[in-house]
Structures are given as C-alpha cells and as structure tokens.
C-alpha cells in the first residue's frame, strides 16, 4: 500500500518539475503539460498535476501503438524506443500539443510505459504560434503526427528531428522542448526499474493496477454520494470554425447508485 499511496505520485511529481524546469515554451513553463505512467496496456496508473487531460492523452495513442505496430515486423515495440505525437485523430487533443512516450521494460518484457507531453504552441499553422480560428480544414493547423517512431536506443533520430523542427516556425524551441520531453521520460523510466530493483517487476505491475482499481472504487463512492436522479444543462456556441451559426448542446446526466450515464441525445 505504501508503494501505491506514494511512489508513483513522487516519481511523476518530479518528472513534471523537471519539464518546467527544462522547456522553453512559456505554457510548458507555466505548468500546461502532462506527465503520466501507464501499464504494459495502456492504462493510466498515475499522473501530475497540471491539465489533466494531457496526462490522459497518452492512454489512446499507446493503445494505438499496441494495437498497430505491436506485432508488425516493420515497427514493433523494442525497449528504447521513442514515439512523438500530436494528431487528435491518434488520441490528441489539438495539433499545439505535443507528446512524448516510452515503452518501459523489465526483464526483457513490457512492463509500463512513462509519457511527457503538453502545449507547444507553434505548430507551423497559418496562424504563427497560435490557435488557427479561421482554419477551414484540419491541414491549415500545421503538423499532424499520428503515433511516430522518432528514436530507438534511448536517442532520438537526427533525421527525425530536422523534420518536426522544420515544420515549424521555432525550431530551436521545438527541438529543445522535444529532448526536454525525452529527459523526463528517461527519468520515469528510471524511477520506475529502481522500485523494479528493490521489489520485483510483478510487484510494481500489481501496484499500478491496484491504483488504477482504487480509483475506480473511489470514483464510484463519490458517485453513490450524489442524490439519485437526472440532471440536464444545455450550452450554445455561436461559430463553426469562421461562420456564423448556433449550436446547442444538451447533456443529460442519469446517476443511479454508483452509476452515471452521460446522455448527449439532440446536439447539433
């Protein structure tokens, strides 16, 4: 229980000091970023403080990653490898965010994966080192990289690079963000295999699941707390991209027990 309760809260905790610590890019530096470890499959066993959907943005493109490239002979999964992206058709959230992860392994099998990501900012859109509000389609927000291999062997690819810092109009933050991406990675990694030293790779695998089944328990306590029945918002947005237009969103909340059933039925 002291394994779950402190160490991975301490180890993403100083994973997200070191990212502010080393980025460039005044967002990273003002604490809009994400840093998260996760089991052999993809789930999220801990995460900072900070925004955090960043830290859940990895669970998807790891699971992507699994999924597709796991057993393909031309990429595969292989200890050392470094994977960048930022699509939000791959799990992201906008093209300014950019992440970083890492396969961790333990006695030559997957044992978690460690992953560092948050808000760039440039990312070679129409619009300099901004959000795009004029974009009429996804292709004038810059760069979209689905889940890349962008290194092996603990390095990242020169070539590899040259191209994402290429792509955008601050190159010089862009590659220093990037292999400040990869130094918190290196350290989770790091952190991790210590705890796997002194108490065995299974043991650290039942701990972060016993987390990830602990919030769940939480969770649903929290939820059996709330006074049963159906609760409804509606919200209105007046734009679609650069055109003027009215679109409702209505969301209905069902909580029954220790269940919530989000209905969204009827929005535009």
Same mark, same amino acid.
């Given at each position: 229980m002291l394994f779950r309760s402190y160490k991975l809260d301490a180890i993403v905790d100083e994973g997200r000091q070191v990212f502010i610590q080393m980025s460039l890019a005044e967002l990273l530096q003002a #604490? *809009? $970023? =994400? %840093? #998260? +470890?996760f089991t052999a499959r993809g789930d999220n066993a801990a995460m900072s403080a900070g925004v955090l959907l960043h830290n859940l943005l990895h669970s998807g493109p790891i699971k992507y990653v +699994?999924?597709?490239? =796991? *057993?393909?002979p031309t990429v595969g999964i292989r200890d050392g490898d470094v994977y960048f992206f930022n699509d939000s058709e791959a799990g992201g959230v906008h093209t300014y965010d950019h992440f970083l992860m890492l396969p961790v392994f333990a006695g030559g099998e997957l044992l978690a994966w460690v992953g560092c990501g948050g808000h760039q900012g440039e990312s070679g859109s129409t619009t300099p080192g901004g959000f795009t509000s004029d974009a009429r389609s996804r292709y004038e927000e810059g760069i979209h990289v689905p889940p $890349? &291999?962008? #290194?092996? *062997?603990f390095q990242l690819w020169q070539d590899h690079l040259d191209w994402l810092t290429g792509s955008v109009r601050t190159p010089r933050v862009m590659g220093h963000d990037t292999r400040a991406r990869l130094a918190v990675c290196l &350290? +989770?990694?790091? &952190? %991790? $295999?210590r705890e796997v030293e002194k108490r065995g790779a299974a043991y650290v695998a039942a701990g972060m699941r016993a987390t990830i089944e602990r919030g769940i328990e939480l969770a649903r306590g929290r939820i059996r707390g709330l006074n049963d029945g159906v609760y409804r918002s509606v919200a209105f947005l007046d734009t679609i991209g650069p055109e003027e237009a009215l %679109? &409702? +969103?209505p969301v209905a909340l069902h909580k029954r027990g220790d269940e919530l059933v989000i209905d969204v039925s009827g929005a535009s």
């Open positions: #604490g *809009d $970023l =994400g %840093i #998260g +470890l +699994l999924k597709h490239y =796991g *057993d393909d $890349l &291999r962008v #290194g092996a *062997d &350290r +989770l990694r790091e &952190r %991790i $295999l %679109i &409702r +969103l």
